[in-house]
């Protein structure tokens, strides 16, 4: 079974850092894509980042870009979100995906986790 549970939000200053962490569990994780999403107060969700597991190729949105890196662990089987240079408009619930290599619908979501930035 498919599962990702995240942790590492917080209360941060702006232009402070915040890590974020993705447990991914369950088979033939190699194929995985993971990506890290976020839906602020009001706003729909946006992806941020995502991760091809097995080639680390990685994208971003450019609302982040050279201030966040989605990077994994293969020791852990967790990916990661360091968040720098982060701003007010970065708040939001945080949330890790996964497609279970299925290539299509990122379809295991995790609970979610809040980022708060104060200005």
């Known amino acids: 079974q498919v599962q990702v549970v995240e942790s590492g939000g917080g209360l941060v200053q702006a232009a402070g850092s915040l890590r974020l962490s993705c447990k991914v569990s369950?088979?033939?994780?190699?194929?995985?894509?993971v990506a890290w999403f976020r839906q602020a107060p009001g706003k729909e969700r946006e992806i941020v980042a995502s991760i091809f597991w097995s080639e680390g190729t990685t994208d971003y949105a450019d609302s982040v870009k050279g201030r966040f890196t989605i990077s994994i662990d293969n020791v852990k089987n967790t990916v990661y979100l360091q968040m720098n240079s982060l701003k007010p408009e970065d708040t939001a619930v945080y949330y890790c995906a996964t497609d279970g290599g299925s290539g299509e619908d990122y379809d295991t979501w995790g609970q979610g986790t809040q980022v708060t930035v104060s200005s």
């Open positions: 369950g088979p033939s994780l190699d194929t995985y894509a």
